[in-house]
């Protein structure tokens, strides 16, 4: 089973699940890093640091963390996008 489905299902279980959701989110994002899948890294992560400085703050320490590591991901993929030849 893929991760985003099991996320789909902790979501659809209801909104006591809220937490759980955002640390499964969390934690796929982080998975998908330790993986070099910067792309679905950056899809994940994002939409979760957007949703949870809403909730929490932007001096959160996980917030921190999630910002650091999105950071890291811009700053890999636009250099890798720079490396690539214009066509």
Do not use: W
């Amino acid at each position: 089973m893929k991760f985003e489905a099991v996320l789909r299902q902790v979501k659809a279980v209801d909104s006591h699940a809220r937490d759980e959701a955002a640390e499964l989110r969390r934690t796929i994002g982080f998975l998908e890093l330790s993986q070099e899948r910067l792309d679905e890294a950056q899809r994940i992560l994002e939409p979760l640091h957007d949703d949870m400085c809403v909730v929490y703050g932007t001096d959160d320490e996980d917030m921190v963390e999630i910002a650091e590591a999105l950071a890291r991901i811009r700053l890999t993929l636009n250099g890798a996008h720079r490396g690539t030849p214009e066509t």
